[in-house]
T-cell receptor, first 116, second 113 residues
Framework: GAGVSQSPRYKVAKRGQDVALRCDPI?????LFWYQQALGQGPEFLTY????????KSGLPSDRFFAERPEGSVSTLKIQRTQQEDSAVYLC??????????????FGSGTRLTVV | AQKITQTQPGMFVQEKEAVTLDCTYD???????LFWYKQPSSGEMIFLIY??????QNATEGRYSLNFQKARKSANLVISASQLGDSAMYFC??????????FGKGTTLSVSS
């Protein structure tokens, strides 16, 4: 596609519910990144894929968070047993390679998750 | 580990004036990239400008320029001739080979007429 597509755009979950957030990157982009952005804050890194390999998951805040990219394209971020502190915008970005000289990062519009 | 520091939570400027948004960085790798993004209230992340660590010249893109001072680990964004549409949150970010973009906490810019 022309851009990075994220769905759903908005999600309201009851505390304790599981949610799945989808990211469809630009076709051919090798690297995919997930970020969590709380209101008024900068995006915080969650995890990073190169093709289907999850190279860095150091930013995942707890074992309730899980991400996958099984075929090296679409990625899903799953949050189990959601808590109120999980309320945030979840941003996905993709890039052609993801190295230091790759400045072609494209961000999706994000999924705004509200846990009630 | 990389770290980005933006010390100005908010900046105020009048239309047509220039404004500088501060950013300092800390990185362990001699090869890195520096970025500035704009995020309006709509939430989209808009790429503004990029500077590679080995670039000799400061990057410029239209009204945006990056004042890169490597020895001071500083990468300030300069916006010339501010416009009302520049009101937004601005993020400085960096990456190294094999790592994700790491962002600062951001600066909210308000442009008044």
């Amino acid at each position: 596609g022309a851009g990075v597509s994220q769905s759903p755009r908005y999600k309201v979950a009851k505390r304790g519910q599981d949610v799945a957030l989808r990211c469809d990157p630009i076709s051919g982009h090798v690297s995919l990144f997930w970020y969590q952005q709380a209101l008024g804050q900068g995006p915080e890194f969650l995890t990073y894929f190169q093709n289907e390999a999850q190279l860095d998951k150091s930013g995942l805040p707890s074992d309730r968070f899980f991400a996958e990219r099984p075929e090296g394209s679409v990625s899903t971020l799953k949050i189990q047993r959601t808590q109120q502190e999980d309320s945030a915008v979840y941003l996905c970005a993709s890039s052609l390679s993801g190295g230091a000289y790759d400045y072609g990062y494209t961000f999706g519009s994000g999924t705004r998750l509200t846990v009630v | 580990a990389q770290k980005i520091t933006q010390t100005q939570p908010g900046m105020f400027v009048q239309e047509k004036e220039a404004v500088t948004l501060d950013c300092t960085y800390d990185t362990s790798d001699p090869s890195y990239g520096l970025f500035w993004y704009k995020q309006p209230s709509s939430g989209e992340m808009i790429f503004l400008i990029y500077q590679g660590s080995y670039d000799q010249q400061n990057a410029t893109e239209g009204r945006y320029s990056l004042n890169f001072q490597k020895a001071r680990k500083s990468a300030n964004l300069v916006i010339s001739a501010s416009q009302l549409g520049d009101s937004a949150m601005y993020f400085c970010a960096s990456n190294q080979a094999g790592t994700a973009l790491i962002f600062g906490k951001g600066t909210t810019l308000s442009v008044s007429s």
